[in-house]
Structures are given as structure tokens and as C-alpha cells.
């Protein structure tokens, strides 16, 4: 179990009285929060785990796909969270080649910028010049070509390319340690200064970037990899730190293990299972040279696997295989093992980006908070010449204009924009609409409202200050009553109207293009052969060919939720999870709301119309597109439930504020609303279990917070 050292500055008597844990004043009672959140666990996600439990154990790769998705129907069942959107499936406007950003559903690298082909042009590139390269990017996938193509096809169209990329950005990295964290708006950013193992290339094929080649053993366990010769780290002025050596990935994962950044599950049993990995985390054992990471040479690597791990490549282009710089990294005050402090004074190392070593494409050369961060091409990069883009500039955008990301995009500042509701409508008043738009792909990014089932403070955990609810205290009891109730959850999760929700940032034409109805995109794996399983004693036989989402679908059917997470309709006939809405359902929500009065009711809980339940929605109020949402979220549940739950929203006046309501959470004790949509989950590498393990128990699963538990 993580260490807590969190404070809990409100509302300590309602806490213990709501949820029976014997906090002593002003911390929190470690093995009391632990036992409520794995009673509550238990009570609330029970046949998620046990099933889930059953699909690890499958002795088959097919057999495991299909026990996962029945392990996520169960997930679904139990509405402790519920999905909303992918990232994309909007209309957009660009001057970016479509497909020249790397597109793979997994890992960090569809954050990396270097192979973006931008044209330096007042309008950006039409409608149909946007159709015609994605068509071809379709045909010569796979073949390395398609860069070269979309340059020359360019260029013949008469337009000439820049090597300058703009973003807009939203939220400031809070570290600027790859290995310590595992927030996107960290991520994001550092992705761009290292370079890993492979990479994808915009073709979405690993190509190798700091190895050069590998081999598996016979039994697949242990991958041995050759290391690029040559590299150096540089600091952010661009000096020679040091020589890339094999050691440094040793480095990184010792550092990734002491740090425990919410990325280190993923190489122990509950992901590759990296030799002794647990072992050494939990403290098993401190002694890092038994853990199967090793540097044979300085430019051979090997990692020993406790036992075959189908996925394992597939997630070397994520920040938890990134290398550190073992010289730099010790010269930043930073230490291993048991020596291992960040809070230490003379402890540097990653507090900003001028206290990092750089083996990437780009310097970090300016970092002004809330403003831009500046990135340039680094002149010691191993694979300079190869590189399109020698300037990323990132602009902050807090959200409270509207229209600035359009109007940025209109005047070359940005060489692309997503059209929100009024930019839409701008952009059709303007002309530009018809000329230049498209629609965005999605990809596998699950955005996801949370409920929360054990709420313990009633304003922000960092400033007592803000975001602060109104509800009495007979209010947070019988709130926390009713979120325990898995009818009552579903209840809310089937009365919410995602597509007037969703159109409130995409337009009303677009509400369902980009809406999700599981957490897995249905369409993220199929089976390559039969698989019989028993559907509550039905054998029941899903087909080689089957996808993800069926399986899902038809263990939601077999145990009678009227929920749907798969449309065999969608994509052509082809099947999909996506682009409609199968949970809001307004019937199907006032009968769970039926059952849940009644089982409460039996608990002395009241719900009706005089009486109802009152849940708290942080809302960003600064945003007019934000609160436009927050107010379809609130109309759709209380008509839906017939006012008998009352949605407050908590009113946020910054985006900052609005993520310390929940986004910047580390424990669920921290997390200040019932209900809250500002989290979302891309996946690490090619297999369900890279989503779903995001729900286990005892601190593992890095979303479980959401909820309000570990």
C-alpha cells in the first residue's frame, strides 16, 4: 500500500460519520480509509474483479479478450463511472496534413510532433485535399512512403511547408520527470524531449529509435535489445551531459519504482511482470540488481519477464520505458533506493525543464506558466535530418474565450482548431465552413464521468477556499447512501443526455460522432479463433472474427441492463462502441430510480420530489462552452428523474480550481464532488488490460480514486 501523507482540513466529524473511519485529528487513518475502501470496493465492484480475475487466469490469448469483455460488462453494470467521449469526431480546420502526427491507439508517441507536415498558408488546406490524403495514408500504410507523398502532393498543389507547429494548451506540466507521473498535461509535454526503445512512425509501424534491433528468448521471457551508439544527453542549453548508455534505461526504471508516479503497476504482475518488479516496489527486497533489468554492456539491454507477456513491445513508446540519464540525474541531487527523496533541497531533477537531460528531437528553451512553452530542435539528436518541424510552440488557452482558438487558427497562430459550438458558427459566418472543414478522427482516448461512492471533503483539498457545497449535512448522508446503490447510479448515468452534453463543445451535427459507451473501444481487439463461455449457464459461442464490444454486449443482454455499449450497424455494417448514445435511456432510468427508493427506503432513506438527492457537479463556470455543458448535464438528469435528484453545480471560476476539485487528486479522499467529468484514459499498449486494470483495488488501479476509494 502507497504511504499517505495527505491532510484533510474539512468536514473531519461528518467523515467519520458518514464513512466510520477513525481519522485521528487532521490525518488520515491509514488502515481505516484502506478497510472502508476495500469493504466498499468489494461491495461495489465485486464481480468486476472476480471476473476480471478469471480473464488474467485464461490459458489463450482468445479466451482472455473474451473474459475481459465480459469482466468490462460487469464494469459497466455497476455505473460506478460512466463513459462519455473519445478524443476527436469533431468538425476541425487545418493546415496540418491529416495523418503526419503518428495515430496508434496506445503509448505517448501521438503526442510527439516531429514528422507533422504543417504549409505555411493564410487558408488552411480544403476539404477535399483533406480526404484525399487520408484516402492515401489508407493505401500506403506500411509501406514508409506516405510522409514523402503528402510533401510532394503538397508542394504540386503549390503550397510551402513550415517547420514551425503550434498548440494550444490548457494546463501546465506539473513535473517535468517522465518517470514520475503519469498525467497526460505531463506527458504531453516531456514526450517531445527524449526519445525510448521504438517509436511509431506516422504509418503506426514501431520503427527502432534508441535500439537499433532485438531478440526474444525461446520462451519468451527475456528481450534483449541492441542500443544505439553515439547518442549523448544534453541540458536544455544544448552542452553534452553525458553518453546514451544501456544503463540509463536501468536508471530510469529505478528511479520509475522509487518514484511510484501511477506508472509502475504496468511492469509488475498486473502488467508485463518485469522479474521481481513487485518485489523490489513493495519493499520485498531494496535490492535493485535482482530485478530483471539489466545492462549486460554499455549498448546491450535486457529485460527478464516472469513469464511471457503478449503486449510487452507494444509498450516500449510509453513514458514508463523512457530513459533517464543515470551521470545527470545524480547530479540533480537524485538518488535510489531507500535514499530516494524529492523533497530533499538538493533535489532538482525534473522541478522544471531546465533539470532534465534531453536525448530527444527537442530543447525545452522557454517555459512561462500559463503563457507558452517553447520547444527547438536539439542539434545532437541522433536522427536530426529526419525531423520536420524545428519549433513546437505551445500557447496557453484557459477556455474562457470561446471563439480565441478559432480566431488564433483564422490569423496563422495556430495552424489548426476543433470548432467548438460558437467557432462553428463563426466559421459558417465566415465561409470558411464549407471550404476547409472536416471531420476529426477519433481514437482510443475514453473520457469518463465518475461517481463518487465514499465522498469525504466539501472543498478543495489544496484551498479550502474554492469550490466549496452547499449541502447540509442530512444532505452529504443520504447523498452517500444513495451513491452505494448500484440502481441509483444507473439511474443518473441513464438519465444524462451525452448528445445534448457532447454537442455543447462539438455542435449539434456532430453530438454523437464522437460519444463512447464502454470504457475499451469496442473495436480494439477480436478473436482469432472460437471462443465458447458460459453467459449465465447459456454456453453461448463467439466466432473468430468477434469483436471486443459483441462479447461485451451480450453479457450486459444476458444479465438484463439496459445499457448499450455495441452497435453492429455502425462503421458499415462493421460493428462499433461508438457514435450513438446507449445509456441514456429515461425510462429505463426511472425504473432503476424505482428500485433504488425502494431498497433505500428500507434503509430510512427517503427520495421524492420533496425530498430528493442532491449531487454535487463541479462546473467551469469561466468557460462559456463548460458551462453551457454543465447546464445540459443538470436539465437532462432532473427531467429525466423527475426532480427527485437535483444536480448542484459547483461553480469553478478557473480551470485550475476546476482540476483541483478532482483531476489533481492523488487519493480518493481528496476528491470534492459527486459526480465529475474531467478525467479520461488513453491506453498503454495493445490489450484491455491496459483500460481495465485502471479499476483494480488496493491503490493499483490508477482511476479507482475517481470513485473515492484508494
Keep these: 500500500m502507497k504511504k499517505l501523507a495527505k491532510i484533510l482540513a474539512l468536514m473531519l466529524a461528518l467523515i467519520m460519520a458518514l464513512s466510520c473511519m477513525a481519522f485521528a485529528e487532521e490525518e488520515v487513518d491509514e488502515e481505516a480509509y484502506y478497510s472502508v475502501s476495500s469493504e466498499l470496493y468489494e461491495a461495489e465492484l465485486g464481480e468486476f474483479a472476480e471476473a476480471y480475475a ?59 510532433y516531429h514528422n507533422a507536415i504543417v504549409v505555411d498558408s493564410e487558408t488552411p488546406l480544403t476539404s477535399d485535399e483533406v480526404a484525399e490524403m487520408r484516402a492515401k495514408w489508407g493505401e500506403l500504410r506500411g509501406t514508409g512512403t506516405y510522409e514523402d507523398w503528402v510533401k510532394e502532393y503538397l508542394t504540386g498543389k503549390g503550397y510551402t511547408l513550415t517547420d514551425i507547429y503550434s498548440y494550444a494548451y490548457s494546463g501546465d506540466p506539473n513535473t517535468w520527470d517522465a518517470l514520475a507521473t503519469s498525467r497526460q498535461s505531463d506527458s504531453r509535454a516531456i514526450v517531445n524531449c527524449y526519445d525510448g526503445l521504438y517509436e511509431y512512425d506516422v504509418e503506426n509501424v514501431a520503427q527502432p529509435a534508441m535500439a537499433t534491433e532485438y531478440t526474444v528468448s525461446e520462451d519468451g521471457t527475456v528481450y534483449t535489445f541492441k542500443i544505439r551508439e553515439g547518442v549523448v544527453w544534453v541540458d536544455s542549453q544544448g552542452r553534452k551531459v553525458a553518453d546514451f548508455k544501456a544503463d540509463d534505461f536501468v536508471a530510469a526504471m529505478q528511479h520509475m519504482m522509487d518514484a511510484m508516479g501511477g506508472l509502475e503497476y504496468l511492469v509488475g504482475p498486473d502488467g508485463c511482470g518485469i522479474k521481481n518488479a513487485d518485489a523490489y516496489m513493495s519493499g520485498e527486497t531494496r535490492d535493485f540488481s535482482t530485478v530483471g533489468v539489466k545492462a549486460l554492456d554499455d549498448y546491450t539491454l535486457e529485460y527478464t519477464l516472469d513469464q511471457p507477456c503478449s503486449f510487452f513491445t507494444t509498450m516500449l513508446s510509453y513514458n514508463v520505458f523512457a530513459p533517464m540519464s543515470r551521470d545527470y540525474y545524480v547530479s540533480q541531487g537524485g538518488k535510489f533506493g531507500d535514499e530516494y527523496n524529492p523533497e530533499a533541497e538538493d533535489y532538482l531533477y525534473g522541478k522544471d525543464s531546465d533539470h532534465i537531460a534531453y536525448n530527444g528531437p527537442y530543447l525545452v528553451t522557454n517555459a ?70 472536416y471531420v476529426s478522427s477519433t481514437d482510443a482516448t475514453s473520457f469518463m464521468g465518475f461517481m463518487n461512492f465514499n465522498r469525504a471533503i466539501f472543498a478543495n483539498f489544496n484551498d479550502e477556499s474554492k469550490v466549496v457545497s452547499e449541502q447540509t449535512e442530512d444532505d452529504a448522508a443520504r447523498t452517500m447512501a444513495a451513491m452505494q446503490n448500484v440502481h441509483f447510479r444507473r439511474a443518473v448515468c441513464m438519465a444524462i443526455d451525452r448528445g445534448a452534453y457532447n454537442a455543447q463543445t462539438v455542435g449539434e451535427e456532430l453530438k454523437l460522432a464522437s460519444l463512447i459507451n464502454s470504457y475499451t473501444p469496442g473495436t480494439f481487439v477480436s478473436l482469432d479463433e472460437d471462443v465458447t463461455l458460459d453467459m449465465n449457464g447459456t454456453e453461448t459461442t463467439f466466432p473468430a472474427g468477434t469483436y471486443y464490444g459483441e462479447i461485451m454486449q451480450a453479457q450486459i443482454d444476458a444479465d438484463g441492463v439496459a445499457i448499450k455499449v455495441w452497435d453492429p450497424e455502425q462503421e458499415g455494417g462493421i460493428g462499433a462502441s461508438s457514435g450513438f448514445d446507449g445509456w441514456y435511456n429515461p425510462e429505463a432510468a426511472k425504473a432503476e430510480l424505482a428500485t433504488a427508493i425502494e431498497e433505500l427506503a428500507a434503509e430510512g432513506v427517503e427520495i421524492s420530489a420533496e425530498n430528493p438527492i442532491y449531487l454535487d457537479y463541479p462546473v467551469y463556470t469561466g468557460s462559456e462552452t463548460y458551462a453551457n455543458r454543465g447546464e445540459a448535464f443538470k436539465q437532462s438528469v432532473e427531467n429525466a428523474l423527475d426532480k427527485m435528484v437535483i444536480i448542484n ?48 483495488s488496493d491503490f493499483a488501479g490508477y482511476m479507482i480514486k475517481c470513485c473515492g476509494i484508494f
Excluded at 483531476?663 to 481495465?692: C, F, H, K, M, R
Aim: aromatic residues 16%.
Design 649 to 696: 453545480k459547483t461553480s469553478c471560476e478557473t480551470s485550475q480550481d476546476w482540476y483541483y476539485a478532482g483531476y489533481y487528486t492523488d487519493y480518493g479522499y481528496e476528491a470534492n464532488y459527486d459526480i465529475y467529468d474531467v478525467s479520461g484514459w488513453g491506453p498503454d499498449y495493445g490489450d484491455p488490460q491496459t483500460y481495465l486494470d485502471t479499476f483494480q
Design 368 to 437: 512561462t506558466a500559463e503563457n507558452t512553452i517553447v520547444f527547438k530542435a536539439n542539434d545532437s539528436y541522433w536522427n536530426k535530418d529526419n525531423i520536420n518541424i524545428h519549433t513546437i510552440n505551445w500557447y496557453y488557452n484557459d477556455g474562457t474565450d470561446a471563439l480565441k482558438a478559432y480566431n488564433d487558427m483564422k490569423a496563422g497562430i495556430l495552424p489548426s482548431v476543433g470548432l467548438n459550438a460558437s467557432a462553428l458558427e463563426q466559421a459558417r459566418a465566415d465561409g470558411w465552413f464549407d471550404l476547409y472543414n
Design 54 to 112: 478469471a480473464a488474467k487466469a485464461a490459458e489463450t490469448i482468445p479466451e482472455r479478450f473474451a473474459l475481459m469483455a465480459v469482466a468490462e460488462a460487469k464494469l459497466m453494470e455497476s455505473a460506478v463511472m460512466f463513459p462519455t467521449s473519445s478524443r476527436g469526431g469533431n468538425y476541425a480546420i487545418s493546415r496540418v496534413a491529416p495523418r503526419t502526427i503518428n495515430s496508434t491507439l496506445w503509448g505517448n508517441d501521438s503526442d510527439r
